[in-house]
Nanobody, 123 residues
Framework: VQLQASGGGFVQAGGSLRLSCRSS????????VGWFRQAPGKEREFVAR????????SYTDSVKGRFTISRDRTRNTVYLQMSNLKPEDTAVYYC?????????????????WGQGTLVTVSS
C-alpha cells in the first residue's frame, strides 16, 4: 500500500484546511487509517483515526470539535477536515494505514505511512 498525503499549506489562525490521504497500489479499503502529526522538536503524536468502513472515528483531545476524519472508499481516500486552526496545530501531518481494520492511537498499529504534508498556522 502506498499512501500520499496532500492538502497542507499556510493558513491564519481560525482558518481551515482539508487534508487528503490517497492510496495507490493495493487499496487500503479494508484497513483502519490514522492521521498523526509531528511538530518541530516534538515527538510524533496521534491526531485521529477511522475504521475500515468509516465508523468509530476517534480524536486526540486537543482537536476534538475542530477536526473531522472521514473516508470515501470509492475514491480510496481518507480526509481530515481541520477547522478553527491554531498555531499549535503547526506540524507535518502523516497518514497511515493500520495493520487491522481499525487501527488505534499507537503508531505501532500502522504498517504503511505516507510522506507527510506540512501545515503551518500563523497567529
Amino acid at each position: 500500500v502506498q499512501l500520499q498525503a496532500s492538502g497542507g499549506g499556510f493558513v491564519q489562525a481560525g482558518g481551515s484546511l482539508r487534508l487528503s490521504c490517497r492510496s495507490s497500489g493495493r487499496t487500503f479499503s479494508n484497513n483502519g487509517v490514522g492521521w498523526f502529526r509531528q511538530a518541530p522538536g516534538k515527538e510524533r503524536e496521534f491526531v485521529a483515526r477511522i475504521s475500515w468502513n468509516g465508523g468509530l472515528p476517534s480524536y486526540t483531545d486537543s482537536v476534538k470539535g475542530r477536526f473531522t476524519i472521514s473516508r470515501d472508499r470509492t475514491r480510496n481516500t481518507v480526509y481530515l477536515q481541520m477547522s478553527n486552526l491554531k498555531p499549535e496545530d503547526t506540524a507535518v501531518y502523516y497518514c497511515a494505514a493500520a495493520r487491522s481494520a481499525y487501527g488505534g492511537a499507537d503508531g505501532s498499529s500502522y504498517a504503511y505511512w505516507g510522506q507527510g504534508t506540512l501545515v503551518t498556522v500563523s497567529s
